[in-house]
């Protein structure tokens, strides 16, 4: 194990100075040796000139105090080999009788990395039933997507990358997810840990504005529950168009509202307990969004309103969830009394002549 010690992690207290211990690049770095690879001549070599010192930044106890508690779960997984990975249907990797440890034993590595929010995984006979669904959103989309066999597709706000195994289960050549939060990373790498280091499946640590702009590389893109956290939503929608290649597909599922063309809200303070939500469009006004950054072929293919089936409190996220977040009369309105949250899925095209 190599270990890194620089002048900022050392920590004072009662007038004792204690040097903390963080890994450095050397060791995260590892995790994406494979993708590395990959990238390096490839169309993503512009993310694989930058992506050591991303994840240098990321992956750092400035950011994040509690990263060595979470890179010592992954270190104290077990190793297991020549077990099946399913990823039709749900994401199924192992079976109980083939765990090494003691199921307990197992279970108490992988809460330590709670809350579990994306999901449900099923790992060594382990249920992690997280606080969504997110299986249910994975089938409303499915139908209606380009087969994703032989494409290159980047997951923007992936979380624990739940929906990534869901797309390489549907033949997808290579998926990359990004997501900022750490701890949902390391809830991927731990997942990923039981795999072949070469399967084509990453979640990196960065976030959208981490990426080079204009790579113009991926065949599909797909920002999912991302949009309503942007606080320049066409910046992101731009964002995303200028990640795809000529003629490649986005996949866009957000938050909406019932309203003309035009019409978005704008929360006052918080909206269903959440700090950070800034626009939330209606179906009219985000078409013209899509239009107006150059999608073609705009299309609304479901809308859905969250249910408590979909989202709650579970073993796995013991925080508070949806029925928290509700008013109790029946309306379906949020706390703050805006319409039942909603979410709709908007898919669309960049030309096959891409305009400057
Ligand atoms: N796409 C998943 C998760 C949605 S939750 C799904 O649909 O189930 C929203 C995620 O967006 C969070 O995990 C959050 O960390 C991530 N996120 C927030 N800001 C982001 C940014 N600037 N770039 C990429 N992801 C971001």
């Known amino acids: 194990m190599l270990f890194e010690v620089s002048p900022q992690n050392k920590v004072t207290i009662k007038h004792i100075t204690y040097t903390c211990i963080v890994r450095s690049e050397i060791t995260t770095v590892h995790y994406y040796k494979n993708l590395q690879n990959w990238m390096n001549g490839s169309v993503l070599s512009p993310l694989a000139k930058c ?3 991303l994840l240098n930044e990321n992956f750092h106890t400035t950011r994040w105090g509690d990263l060595p508690l979470w890179l010592d779960c992954l270190d104290n997984l077990p190793n297991i080999v020549g077990h099946p990975i399913n990823l039709d249907s749900e994401v199924q990797i192992g079976n109980a009788s083939q765990l090494v440890i003691p199921r307990d034993e197992f279970q108490k590595i992988l809460m330590k990395l709670h809350p579990w929010r994306k ?24 139908d209606h997507i380009h087969s994703l066999e032989n494409r290159l597709v980047l997951d923007v706000g992936c979380g624990n990358g739940y929906q990534c195994w869901r797309m390489l289960g549907a033949g997808a050549e290579r998926v990359i997810g990004i997501d900022p939060s750490v701890k949902f990373v390391c809830q991927f790498l731990a997942l ?4 072949e280091d070469n399967l084509p499946i990453d979640v990196l640590p960065i976030g959208i504005q981490d990426l080079p702009t204009n790579l113009h590389a991926f065949d599909s893109v797909f920002s999912m529950g991302v949009l309503y956290h942007r606080k320049s939503p ?3 929608l731009q964002q995303l168009y200028n990640l795809l290649r000529p003629g490649g597909q986005i996949v866009l599922e957000t938050l909406i509202v019932e309203g003309s063309n035009r019409y978005s809200i704008v929360p006052q303070g918080r909206y269903a307990k959440m700090r950070n939500v800034w626009f939330i469009p209606s179906v009219k006004t985000l078409i013209s969004w899509l239009s ?10 479901d809308v859905s309103i969250t249910s408590n089936g979909e989202q709650r409190k579970t073993n796995w996220m013991r925080y508070q969830s949806l029925e928290d977040f509700i008013m109790t009369d029946g309306s ?8 039942p949250p909603t979410r709709g899925v908007f898919i669309a095209e960049v030309p096959s002549q891409r305009s400057k």
């Open 119 to 142: 999901g449900p995984f099923s790992l060594f006979g382990i249920e992690i039933d997280s606080e969504w669904r997110s299986n249910l959103k994975w089938d409303r989309i499915a």
């Open 234 to 236: 066409l910046e992101h």
């Open 51 to 53: 992506l050591p010192q």
């Open 292 to 301: 107006r950054v150059g999608f073609i072929g705009v299309r609304l293919v």
């Open 332 to 339: 379906g309105r949020t706390l703050e009394g805006y319409p």
């Open 192 to 195: 990923k840990h039981f795999t």
